[in-house]
């Protein structure tokens, strides 16, 4: 796993933190320094989950 947003978990007190697993581009929103839900996932070849036309 990789952090790919500029921001640290720890620099980032609330809002959306993008990490990569192996070309799996994982959106997560830290909510006060808690993991509270997935925002995006979206694969190497652009499929998303859950999907959405954009």
Request: proline share 2%; net charge negative.
């Given at each position: 796993m990789?952090?790919?947003?500029?921001q640290?978990?720890d620099?980032?007190?609330?809002?959306?933190?993008?990490?990569?697993?192996?070309?799996?581009?994982?959106?997560?929103?830290?909510?006060?320094?808690?993991?509270?839900?997935?925002e995006?996932?979206?694969?190497?070849?652009?499929?998303?989950?859950p999907?959405?036309?954009?």
């Open positions: 990789v952090r790919v947003c500029a640290t978990w620099e980032l007190y609330a809002g959306m933190f993008l990490v990569d697993i192996e070309g799996l581009s994982i959106t997560i929103f830290n909510d006060c320094d808690e993991l509270d839900y997935c995006a996932c979206v694969s190497s070849d652009r499929r998303r989950c999907y959405s036309p954009a």
